[in-house]
């Protein structure tokens, strides 16, 4: 479903009235287009630290022109320097209070020289890994920053913190990949920990290659566009929805080559049939088939709760389970959970599907530390407003508030959530799990 406002407020009336009247004025983002080769397309400015170092060996491959700041060889100078499409700032050294500082002074010269839908990183050491109360105060500090600057960007522009862990230096060039460039273009005000992960990306331009895939509700909406993305990326994708979508799912499997498997997850025999279809095991699983039925709790039927319960949190459970103990799922794999914000805030009419979601939040952080002997990350995404024909059924001022309450001012595109699965689908991004990604464009709701 397409958004008119932002068709209206980028036209040049359009634009001239909301401006005129404080209306908000989202931009049209910039996403990641078919055949693009390299993450940035203009200047990447870089800091000074040992982790900026670790980015400069790599940052050719971004984009032609890196920049540093705040070393003796600075070539980017504010007001002089060319707009910057990226930056990223190592904040891994700040140990006290004082040192605190260095974030607005890096920062505030360079926020009027920022290119549209710039991309800005920060990267620290995770605060539970410190011993020093002071330095441990002094890195938690940059989630407070960071949270905010990302509500104080303009113009498209979105902002991450990453926590690097020991070891896990290695792992930078698969996460900035993905966050200082568009495909990433609908996530913003973020905090995610990488860990030392041993299984490295081949070929960045089909990161997925030799992977196979299944995505569950693929036949149309956000799991379609994962189904897409990941065949991009090299993966051999197998679709699964039910049979009622069976038309749509073979046209899609048309398109993309892929196998289907036509079945309802809650099924009794569920896992059987899919263990039975998937002799050759699976290296990325993605839960994505989800339902809502909404009313609130007074109101709420039996049969609603157990629907979406059944769907949204218990399928995932027992399907993984059969598909970890039958050996089906192979090692170093990657498990996704589609959650949802509703997960993390709350809403009104919706106690069994934030019940779910919540439920598969929980699932990863369980599941990860018992799977990373296999070398198998699990995480979710959770999207905030997505334009699905999920969301098409919501009643106009709830989807209206839903699109606007958030620092990019609109809802996400099913690609968005497709670029994130994508990209924690990755060998190099079990240095990733037990998070929850939102995909949200900084909602508003339970940040
Ligand atoms: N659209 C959003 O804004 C949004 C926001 C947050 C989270 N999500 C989550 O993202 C996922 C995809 O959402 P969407 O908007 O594309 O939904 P959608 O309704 O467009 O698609 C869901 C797909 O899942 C399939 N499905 C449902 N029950 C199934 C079952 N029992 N067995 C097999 N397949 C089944 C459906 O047939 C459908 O093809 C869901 O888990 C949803 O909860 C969506």
């Known amino acids: 479903m397409s958004d008119r406002y932002i068709d209206f407020a980028n036209s040049s009336l359009g634009h001239r009235l909301v ?18 080769l390299r993450p940035v397309e203009g200047a990447l400015l870089l800091s000074g630290g040992a982790l900026a170092d670790k980015v400069q060996a790599f940052a050719h491959k971004f984009t032609d022109a890196t920049y540093r700041y705040g070393t003796e060889a600075s070539t980017w100078i504010p007001g002089h320097g060319p707009t910057l ?34 991309h800005l990183v920060i990267l620290g ?12 105060s002094a890195q938690r500090a940059l989630e407070g920053f960071s949270r905010s600057l990302a509500k104080e960007l303009r113009s498209g522009g979105v902002l991450q ?28 005000g973020q905090v995610l920990r990488l860990q030392a992960c041993a299984t490295p990306v081949e070929d960045w331009t089909r990161p997925l290659a030799g992977r196979k895939a299944l995505v569950t509700g693929a036949a149309r ?67 994505n088939a989800g339902i809502t ?25 027992v399907l993984t389970k059969a598909l970890l103990d039958s050996g089906t799922l192979h090692d170093n794999a990657r498990v996704v959970l589609l959650a949802s914000i509703s997960g993390i805030a709350g809403n009104r009419g919706q106690t069994n599907y934030a019940a779910s979601k919540a439920g598969l939040i929980g699932l990863a952080q369980a599941w990860a530390p018992l799977l990373q002997q296999r070398g198998i990350s699990i995480n979710a995404v959770a999207p905030g407003f997505i ?15 839903g699109r606007r309450m958030s620092s990019l001012g609109q809802g996400g595109l099913p690609q968005d959530v497709a670029e994130a699965v994508a990209w924690l689908g990755q060998p190099g991004s079990g240095a990733v799990t037990g998070q929850a990604l939102r995909v949200c464009g900084q909602s508003l709701l339970g940040a």
């Open 161 to 188: 913190l990453l926590y690097v862990g020991e070891g896990a230096e290695d792992q930078l060039e698969g996460a900035l990949r993905f966050f200082l460039s568009p495909k990433s273009a609908y996530i913003s």
């Open 387 to 401: 334009e699905t024909q999920m969301t098409a059924h919501i009643p106009f001022g709830l989807r209206e508030a």
């Open 293 to 317: 039925r909404d009313k609130t709790l007074a109101n709420m039927t039996p049969e609603y709760w157990d629907a979406v319960l059944a769907v949204n949190l218990n399928a995932p459970q």
């Open 125 to 136: 050491r995770a605060p539970e890994c410190l011993g020093d109360p002071f330095a441990a």
């Open 221 to 287: 909406g956000i799991g379609a566009s994962i189904a897409e993305t990941l065949a991009r990326d090299g993966a051999e994708v197998i679709l699964l929805d039910v049979p009622q979508a069976k038309a749509d799912l073979d046209a899609l499997a048309a398109r993309l080559s892929a196998r289907t498997i036509t079945l309802d997850i809650c099924a009794e025999d569920a896992a059987a049939q899919l263990i039975e279809h998937l002799p050759d095991g699976l290296d990325i699983l993605l839960h």
């Open 85 to 118: 499409k990226a930056v990223v700032f190592d904040a891994s050294g700040l140990q006290h209070t004082d040192q605190l500082k260095q974030l607005r002074e890096f920062f505030q010269p360079l926020l009027k020289n920022l290119d549209y839908s710039a």
């Open 19 to 36: 401006a005129a009247i404080g209306l908000p004025s989202p931009v049209r983002l910039e996403r990641w287009q078919a055949g693009r």
